[in-house]
């Protein structure tokens, strides 16, 4: 892996947006914002988001979490969050996960390249290393950042304070 390659995506360059600036500067009022037609809220993707970095660190350090029966387990049940105290703390983690995954991709070849099991029956017959759930969960993110930007365009919440593409 190109730890320069996967920091420089993970942190957002290029096509791909800096997932912190993306909702860093989401009000608590936007943030569980519905649309029409759309199934979830900036709140529950970010929760989502959480969700899974938290389950692939876990899974990279040796643990084994459940994987979830249902989908809708790895998504917050409410649409917004109940105060702006718990949207900050769960844009806080966010940003912690986020720090992980990134430290875990400086690592070792060997680490890299170490065995990671399956959670789930179905992916028995696929192999998989650090590594390769590294770029899992960087895609993963920048899919769901996309959607994040798409919604706070609909929301006329764009561009982030940091700015970002206006197109």
Not at 13 to 32: F, N, Q, R, T
Not at 34 to 54: A, E, K, S
Not at 105 to 128: D, G, K, M, Y
């Amino acid at each position: 892996m190109s730890n320069q390659t996967f920091q420089e995506l993970l942190h957002g360059k290029g096509e791909h947006l800096d997932p912190i600036a993306c909702v860093e500067d989401v009000p608590v009022s936007v943030a569980g914002k519905t649309i029409d037609g759309y199934p979830h809220t900036i709140w529950q993707t970010v929760g989502h988001l959480n969700y899974w970095m938290d389950n692939d660190l876990r899974r990279i350090a040796g643990a084994h979490p459940a994987y979830p029966e249902h989908a809708a387990e790895g998504w917050p049940a409410t649409s917004a969050p109940a105060s702006d105290a718990e949207w900050q703390a769960a844009l806080q983690r966010f940003a912690a996960l986020l720090e992980q995954v990134s430290k875990v991709s400086a690592a070792t070849p060997e680490i890299l390249q170490r065995h990671v099991p399956a959670t789930h029956p179905s992916h028995e017959n696929r192999s998989s290393s650090v590594e390769a759930v590294l770029w899992q969960t960087l895609v993963h993110n920048s899919y769901h950042i996309g959607q994040i930007a798409m919604l706070r365009r609909c929301f006329s919440a764009w561009p982030p304070r940091r700015g970002s593409d206006t197109w």
